[in-house]
């Protein structure tokens, strides 16, 4: 039963996903449901709300699982790493780390702003998701990145004693549970159907992939959420300044 444990919380997080996600956007499509939700998701109270069910899903989930799941997760795949000021060895990891993590952040910005820089003539306006606060990108690093790692949790356990190779094949593993959630997402896949809401979902893809192999490297989930962060507000920065509307304000994207 224990080896059952961390994919019980891992089935439960994902199942739970794709009920709301999918119970929304029927009650959505119905227009009998949309008709009364439409005050509730456009009153001043609906983002506030919104923002604290993403906290409990996104962050709640994977603490819980850690604080009350009698090993369904090991903190050490989670990424929490310590630092000791006084232990040598830990300068030592944590410059390689953030060496990792500079260079793989900095080359997927890098890529990515070239992407824009090709692309952004087919956006006649600033894409959604371009002027959202640095804050709240960092609040949206924090959230991936904890639920992402959460997913790599299970799968590594299994493959433990398995192969050598546990962590990369893990880390593989957990984003295509991750790809799968996404799929299975009917707001997501309308994101990518949106040209202005598009480039936000395609950027979250190459984070999630960013992630999966910063993590094979340094399993350090502070710098994971840092360079998630950097990259996203980056981004933003960029786009605003090249986009041939800079001055208009885009909605900011949500998804479950």
Not at 80 to 93: E, G, I, K, R, V
């Amino acid at each position: 039963m224990a080896e059952l444990t961390p994919w019980i919380w891992l089935g439960g997080s994902f199942l739970l996903a794709i009920a709301v996600t999918q119970g929304s956007w029927q009650l959505w499509q119905a227009e009998r449901s949309r008709e009364r939700l439409a005050p509730f998701v456009q009153s001043a109270s609906f983002p506030f709300l919104l923002h604290s069910a993403r906290l409990l899903y996104y962050l709640g989930v994977p603490f819980a699982a850690l604080l009350w799941g009698h090993d369904a997760v090991v903190r050490s795949l989670l990424g929490l790493q310590t630092f000791s000021p006084a232990d040598p060895m830990d300068w030592a990891d944590w410059a390689r780390d953030v060496g990792w993590a500079a260079s793989l952040g900095g080359t997927t910005w890098l890529l990515l702003a070239l992407g824009w820089l090709a692309l952004r003539r087919s956006w006649r306006d600033v894409p959604a998701g371009a002027h959202t606060s640095a804050w709240a990108l960092l609040g949206d690093a924090a959230f991936h990145e904890a639920h992402w790692v959460f997913y790599r949790n299970a799968p590594i356990l299994a493959l433990q004693g398995l192969t050598d190779r546990a962590v990369e094949w893990g880390a593989w593993a957990g984003f295509a549970l991750v790809a799968l959630e996404a799929a299975l997402n009917p707001w997501w896949l309308l994101e990518l159907q949106s040209l202005a809401r598009r480039p936000a979902a395609l950027l979250r893809i190459g984070l999630a992939l960013l992630s999966a192999v910063l993590y094979v490297q340094t399993r350090n989930l502070w710098l994971a959420v840092l360079v998630h962060w950097g990259v996203t507000w980056g981004m933003a920065i960029w786009v605003r300044r090249l986009s041939p509307m800079a001055g208009a304000a885009a909605p900011r994207p949500e998804s479950a």
